[in-house]
Structure formats: structure tokens, C-alpha cells
């Protein structure tokens, strides 16, 4: 009996599944390359020994969460959750009451029938908070990325882009025509000569605000500075930033002491703000206008969904009411910092929540995170590629809603488990 006729007759007779399965044995040949070629690539990841693990929580993201097959909590030092809101009570509230005044989703993109009061009141709200034009609200940070370069520069311009950046500024300027140069991390001597050298029109320099393996903090005073000498302009995506550094929360420009810096701003709403999902970006109206009529990720993806937009607003009210959570967010940093540093450790970066613990080696940083989880704090280590080679580190990042007693522990941890592995002489 011919194969189209066999699986007609299966699935009228309700045995779909196991004619599947006779299927599987006449898989088609270019499944089988497939399946082929990605063994191979698999293969090489796993030598490499960067395969990625995947702990499955069985919890609300928060400072303590449990885990799929693990007995008992963690304590959660892996997070971006830097003001507590991921699951904080009244921002699952509002989100709750988003739900079920505005629905599920949206079922369309923002230009067709996806825009609601509440999208327009977000935007609102973000370019207010950054005292900026306008905003955009995206799917995500990363889509904010993909969209903004390709939408504004064309052949004729040029974007300067710091090696460190995240991984969605570099997907973004890849899909767009304009002329693309890379500085080494924070150098504006190198940035300066290659803009001194550059005759485009547009000149865009764009960096991260706080550079997220590093917890380096970008030098935005000196990049202002190269921007008005070369008449270009600056952007900056203060994802691990907004919300909870500087007094007020302004980002990586407030804490650097010159506000307003940044010419364009993209981030998150997935991290201290909400925690949920979804990103931005505000800037010069103009921009923004394109924006919404040319940037892709925007006009043909989902609009975001409203309990997500509610949580990211009853977010910002909370950013804006009080200073308390990002006082505690200081202080667990300095008593996180200055105490791994009593016990010997070297924690790298600036003065953020973003505390790489270096190591060196990929091995010593596995086996570090290893002995924290078997103490029951969970932290993660990273190694080449992801940081390069010999600067393997865990890297613990802090939150407002960290207990002193809960930095206390992680700090005592790390210092048995450094000693017992020979990081740190006893
Ligand atoms: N930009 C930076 C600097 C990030 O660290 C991240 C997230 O890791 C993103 C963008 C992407 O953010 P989102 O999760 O909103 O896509």
C-alpha cells in the first residue's frame, strides 16, 4: 500500500501516533543530514565543554528557589533580579489585574490592532523616567538591539561598537549597511582614532552600560566627550543598569555623573524592572517615529503582552517611590565585596551587584560553583568562550532582596569552598 495512502487510513482511524512512528523508519534523507551534522556540531560543543546545563526551578524566581531533583531551597545568587520585583507581591498584583482587565495577549503586532492604552501609557512613563522624547516598547531588550541599527544607519554612516558589547548590539550591527568598527573594551584612545578617521555621516557609538560578565562600568563622560568632538552620537544599552544604579535609578549616566550623556537609550524590562520581559528603546522623537515605522522586530512581532506591560509600570512605581531598595542593593554589593575580599578573593569589576569571582582556570571555576551549590547556593561559573581564556570566574550578582544573613552565608561559603580547593591559602 503506497505510504500517503497508509497514513490517510491512520489517521481516519485515529492511530496517528503509531503510524509516526512506523514513519520513523523511512525518515526523510534530509532530517537524516541533518540529524548528522548537528551530532557532529553537539559533539564539539560538548569537547569544547561548553554545553550548556539547564537547572529547571520548581519555584518563583526569587533569593531562594528549589530546584528539579534537588532536596531542600537555594540560596539564588544567579539572577538579574536586582530590586526583588520578579516576584515581589505587588508587582504580581498588578500583573494579575493587567491580565484580567486587558486579556491574555494581544494576538497581532503593534500597527494592526496590538497597541492598548496601557503599551502608550508604558512608553509614556519610560521616556518621562529617562527625560527623554519618546520611547518604544519591544518584545525584548534584544529585539530593541536588532531593530535600532539597520533602522537608522545606511551605507553612508558608521557605528563604533566597544568589543565587550552584549551579543544583541553585535547581532543588531551586523544586519545593517553601515560601516562598522569595533574599539577594545573602554579605550577611548582608540575610539577617538578611529573616529577622528572616519568621514560618514551619521557616527554612532554605542556601548553597553554596565558590561555584564565584567561588572565594568562604561566610561560615558569620556564618550560624551568623543561625541561632541566628532559630531557623533551615543548610545547605550543600560540593561543591567536601569532602575537601580545611580541615586534615583537613572542608569549607568546618573551613576557616572552626567545624566542626559546618552543620545539614545535601548533596555530591559526583564531585569531590575519587572523582571518579566520586554524591552525599549527612547530617544529623539524622530527616531522613534522611524522606529515604529521601520524597525522590524517591531512591526512584525507580537505586541507585548498585557500583564507583562502592568508588572513593568507598577515596576516603575516602585522605582520611583523610594530609594530603600536601592540602598540595600549598595550595601549587600560593598558587604558582599569587601567581605570576599577579607576571605582573600578577588572579585572583579566596579562598584555593581555584578560580582565576577575570578579564578583562572575553567576547571577551579566549576569546581568553585560546585562546592557553592553543595552548600546550597547556587552560582554559576563561566569560562571560554563565554570570558577569555585563563580569566574563568563565578559570577554572583546580588539584589536588594538578599538578607544580610543570606550575604553573610554566601561569603562564609565561598571562603570554605575556596580554601578547600586551594584558590586561596589557609
Ligand atoms: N542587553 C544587555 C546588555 C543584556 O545583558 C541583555 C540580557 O542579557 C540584553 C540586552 C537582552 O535583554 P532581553 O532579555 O530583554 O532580551
Known sequence: MALRTQLLRAVCNGSQARQFSELKGKEREGVILLRDVLDDRLREIKRAKTWKHERVLTSPQDTKVTVQGAKGDFLNFCANNYLGFSNHPEVVEAARDGLKKYGAGLSSVRFICGTQIIHKELEQRLAKFHGREDAILYGSCFDANAGLFESMLTPEDAVFSDALNHASIIDGIRLCKAQKYRYPHRDLNELEHLLAHSESRIKLIVTDGVFSMDGTVSPIAGLRTLADKYRALLAVDDSHATGFFGDTGRGTEEYCGVLGAADIICSTLGKAVSGAAGG????????????????????????????????????????????????????????????????????????????????????????????MLERGIYVVAFSYPVVPKGLARVRVQLSAAHTPEDINRAVQAFSEVARKIGIVKS
Not at 500583564?307 to 507598577?314: D, E, G, I, N, Y
Not at 536601592?326 to 558582599?336: D, G, H, I, P, W
Open 280 to 371: 525599549y528603546t527612547t530617544g529623539p522623537k524622530e527616531l522613534v517615529t522611524l522606529l515604529r515605522n521601520v524597525s522590524r522586530p517591531y512591526l512584525f512581532s507580537n505586541a507585548p503582552p498585557p500583564p507583562v506591560v502592568a508588572a513593568s509600570l507598577k515596576s516603575l512605581d516602585l522605582v520611583e517611590q523610594s530609594d530603600d531598595l536601592r540602598q540595600r542593593l549598595r550595601e549587600n554589593t560593598r558587604n558582599f565585596r569587601s567581605g570576599l575580599k577579607a576571605a582573600g578573593l578577588t572579585v572583579a569589576g566596579d562598584d555593581h551587584p555584578i560580582c565576577p569571582v575570578m579564578v583562572g582556570e575553567a576547571p577551579l571555576a566549576v569546581e568553585l560553583a560546585s562546592g
